[in-house]
């Protein structure tokens, strides 16, 4: 396999260990990265480590220190550091198992590619991973990478399994501070059904590849039409087409959703109008 391996070591599920070895599974996408100028001489800025009353030191003389008091640190060597033994360095143990969607969306962090280590193994790995296909549960642990240790979560993936580190509790904040505010009312029936036939209407399959990063795309034009304009400040016009913020009207949202679907192919009648039966043409009287 051409990547490094993010992390070696074993996965334990009570008696049984299984070599593993974890892939990061995500990568940088586009983007544009900026430098700082100085104008006057168009060259770049660079920074220094200082130290105040000095002024700039080599890295050779740079320690890492915890401040336990103001002005106050204690000093520490990275050996020292490294040595701190913890057994999720090298072991991922399942201690607990959980319904596929009993966690919270908002605990996820970062997805890694999990593989079987060597071939004696495979026949571990593929019962661990199909076990936790047929019981649709989520196996939890915790491991310590790059200094730090991690809550993680371990699901199948295909042929693999995919390891997603997750936020502690302290790391999350909490929903209703900012959803309180939001009345608990049921939306208008017709509005409902106007914007289901919406979102029907617009439903599809998920293909990543159809989205890009529109912004890198208009900030790359900005800089080729800058660099032919030998440095002209441009300025987009955004044409005042700002949404204007307004108070609920009800009327304006249908004749909104209404417009939407006349847009997406759909028909604008009356979602919620129910069908009535036909009248029945009056029985003709018998002579």
Known sequence: MAARAYWQGQIRLALVSIPVEIYAATKSGAQISFKQIHEPTGKPIHYEKVVTGIGPVDTDEIMKGFEYQKGNFVLLEQDEIDAVKLDSKKTLELTQFVDADAIDVLYYEKPYFVVPADDLAEEAFIVLREALRRTKKVGLGQLAMRGRE????????????????????????????????????????????????????????????????RYVDALKDLIERKRKSKGRKIIEDDGGDAPKRSGSNVVDLMAALKKSMEKSGGTAATPAAKKTPARRAPAKKRA
Do not use: W
């Open 150 to 213: 991690y809550v993680v979560s371990l699901k199948p993936c295909g042929r693999g399994m995919v390891l997603e580190t997750l936020r502690y509790a302290d790391e999350v904040n909490k929903a209703q501070g900012y959803f309180r505010d939001i009345p608990d009312t049921k939306p208008d029936a017709d509005l409902m059904d106007l914007a289901e036939a919406l979102i029907a209407k617009k439903s599809g399959a998920f293909h990543p590849q159809e989205f890009h990063d």
